[in-house]
């Protein structure tokens, strides 16, 4: 079962990567590749959603069905997995978080710098046509 978040990890860590590549001063020689890529790999990093939300689901299932453990019942042992249980949960909640946040961030940031770019060649027109 660990795969799947370690997949869903690297696609955050590459999202991540793009947009602070895409928003680091200085780097207008590179620009116009890095949007080239970030727009092609934009399709295939949809499938992360749809894969953050059964990675929620998975989560949430086992939220329901994990064993309570709040009476003096349990033994230290028993405690101690159910506490672990809980945080690996909220650690993997953690993770689907920043990776739809990551991909909403790139996908805003692309479009925004394509943006800019259409501008500013809609622009040089205009001054060349002066």
Not at 75 to 99: D, G, V, Y
Not at 113 to 127: D, P, S, T
């Amino acid at each position: 079962m660990a795969l799947e978040w370690v997949v869903l990890g690297y696609a955050a860590a590459a999202e991540a990567i793009m947009v602070i590549l895409l928003t680091i001063p200085g780097l207008d020689a590179l620009r116009k590749g890095l949007i080239a890529v970030t727009r092609n790999l934009l399709k295939p990093f949809l499938s992360v959603v749809p894969f953050c939300l059964f990675l929620l689901m998975d989560i949430y299932w086992k939220y329901e069905t994990r064993p309570s453990c709040e009476d003096e019942s349990c033994t230290p042992s028993e405690h101690l997995r159910h506490q672990k249980s809980i945080m690996k949960s909220q650690r993997n909640a953690l993770l689907i978080a920043s990776a739809l946040l990551f991909y909403w961030l790139l996908y805003s940031v692309t479009n925004l710098v394509v943006k800019i770019e259409q501008l500013n060649q809609r622009l040089e027109r205009l001054k060349n046509r002066d």
